[in-house]
């Protein structure tokens, strides 16, 4: 079988791209919120990010990279990501006083630092994030 230089050119661009791919694989995991968790995070003082997040929800949808991204960078590296589920959780979700999904609520320790409400810009998401550092 004759290999073409597209072949190669395709396998290679093909290659970088499941290679980029694992970069982002050692992003921050994004837990599903328990009271228990929050609160030991609280605890310790670490950096925290609420996302109220819904499966059907297109700006949820949009959030999602950028988060994934910024959680990425060195600096976040000790940020919690607890994602509490809008339709399922209606009582965490109350509890946390947010009206809608897509909201986005920072905390360092027991201090709520920032929130947002369907933001999809990444400078004002990293302006959030930062201020839970």
Partial sequence: MTFSRRFFTAAGVAATLAFAGLGTASAIETAAYSDAAFKAAQAA???ILIEIHA???PTCKAQKPIIDK??????FKDLKIFRVDFDDMKPVVKAFGAQMQSTLITFKGTTETGRSVG????????AL???SL
Wanted: charged share 30%.
């Fill in 70 to 75: 910024l959680a990425a960078e060195p600096k």
């Fill in 55 to 57: 499966g059907w929800c």
């Fill in 45 to 47: 003082g670490q950096p």
């Fill in 129 to 131: 994030l930062d201020k």
């Fill in 119 to 126: 933001d999809t810009k990444e400078a004002s998401i990293a």
